[in-house]
């Protein structure tokens, strides 16, 4: 992988385990989502808000033809955002025609010990069953959810188990419902009329929305994006695993709510689906969730098309990481 896929881990200050009887399950970045589960009487009451998020039938979701589960226990969750205005409705037709501008795969291994999120740049050159080679991207616009799920499970050989889309507008009342949240700019830059200076910004509203879909203020346009993207998460998991959300029940519950307006997923990942997660989940701290880029070789054109071409030997190293549960060792060897 090249420095323009590293991963990083998310540490602690100081490190030590979260036990509070619930816990984040998923945070979905524009790429991007961001829910909270509880054990007990409090889940039930987030689920009425939960419940506003749109249900599409696994027949409407899931591919016909599926790799085989050889690691059952494990979860993975396909994270899908849209960065512009319009967003990805929840209307299934809706979406098709559209093309996802975050792609991530949310790994979470058989034993539960931590989670990894990956991203998937969406301008990889790879081939779309029925359509030949196009940008990764392109599969959703041609044949919606099914064949996005499809083409990824074809190149990770490992099956896709949920499904979650948002708007990134969903983010600008999160991170209001959050207080802000910081995030760990690498690169100074200015975008849609906000400027970022070098190092932690805190980020709201339009700014917050700013940050996460800005690509043409960078040299290397969509990596710097996705790293952005991943900072922004950061900050959101460090955020509502912070003392003050963490007993601040009513924080959660607007987090929830302003979230969960924009978000569709499949009927499967229900309230009890992510209670169940979340419980299984709650031993674990942000050092435990790594991010990481799926492995490329850098960009290239091909006719008047600017490209990402994916590093085929590294995916299949990483098809075998997610098999085994191996995914920390392969990030590290990176």
């Given at each position: 992988?090249?420095?323009?896929?590293?991963?990083?881990?998310?540490?602690?200050?100081?490190?030590?385990?979260?036990?509070?009887?619930?816990?984040?399950?998923?945070?979905?970045?524009?790429?991007?989502?961001?829910?909270?589960?509880?054990?007990?009487?409090?889940?039930?009451?987030?689920?009425?808000?939960?419940?506003?998020?749109?249900?599409?039938?696994?027949?409407?979701v899931f591919p016909t033809v599926r790799p085989t589960a050889t690691n059952p226990e494990a979860v993975n969750i396909l994270m899908l955002g849209s960065d512009s205005r319009s967003g990805l409705d929840g209307d299934l037709e809706g979406i098709r025609g559209q093309r996802a501008d975050s792609i991530l795969l949310v790994h979470i291994p058989a034993d539960r010990s931590g989670a990894q999120v990956i991203s998937f740049m969406r301008d990889n050159w790879v081939e779309i069953p029925g359509h030949g080679e196009r940008k990764l991207n392109a599969a959703l616009a041609l044949?919606?959810?099914?064949?996005?799920?499809?083409?990824?499970?074809?190149?990770?050989?490992?099956?896709?188990?949920?499904?979650?889309?948002?708007?990134?507008?969903?983010?600008?009342?999160?991170?209001?419902?959050?207080?802000?949240?910081?995030?760990?700019?690498?690169?100074?830059?200015?975008?849609?009329?906000?400027t970022?200076?070098?190092?932690?910004?805190?980020?709201?509203?339009?700014?917050?929305?700013?940050?996460?879909?800005a690509r043409y203020p960078f040299t290397d346009g969509d990596y710097q994006r996705v790293r952005n993207q991943q900072s922004f998460i950061k900050g959101v998991l460090d955020k509502m695993l912070s003392r003050e959300t963490l007993t601040d029940p009513g924080r959660i519950a607007a987090s929830?709510?302003?979230?969960?307006?924009?978000?569709?997923?499949?009927?499967?990942?229900?309230?009890?689906?992510?209670?169940?997660?979340?419980?299984?989940?709650?031993?674990?701290?942000?050092?435990?969730i790594i991010f990481m880029t799926s492995p490329t070789l850098g960009t290239g054109m091909v006719g008047d098309q600017s490209i990402v071409r994916p590093d085929w030997e590294g995916l299949a190293a990483l098809s075998e990481a997610l098999k085994n549960d191996t995914v920390p060792e392969f990030a590290a060897a990176g």
């Open positions: 992988m090249t420095s323009s896929d590293s991963d990083f881990a998310l540490h602690a200050t100081p490190r030590r385990r979260r036990r509070w009887p619930w816990v984040i399950v998923f945070v979905l970045v524009g790429a991007l989502l961001a829910a909270a589960a509880t054990a007990g009487v409090y889940l039930w009451n987030l689920s009425s808000s939960f419940e506003k998020a749109e249900k599409l039938p696994a027949a409407e044949g919606g959810v099914p064949l996005l799920i499809e083409t990824l499970e074809g190149i990770i050989d490992v099956p896709i188990d949920h499904v979650a889309i948002t708007d990134f507008e969903g983010f600008k009342g999160l991170t209001e419902a959050l207080d802000g949240v910081s995030v760990d700019n690498s690169i100074p830059f200015t975008s849609d009329g906000f970022y200076e070098q190092g932690v910004v805190d980020v709201r509203g339009d700014k917050a929305l700013a940050f996460v879909r929830v709510d302003a979230i969960s307006p924009y978000l569709t997923v499949d009927a499967g990942l229900d309230v009890a689906t992510i209670g169940s997660l979340g419980f299984s989940l709650r031993g674990i701290d942000q050092s435990d």
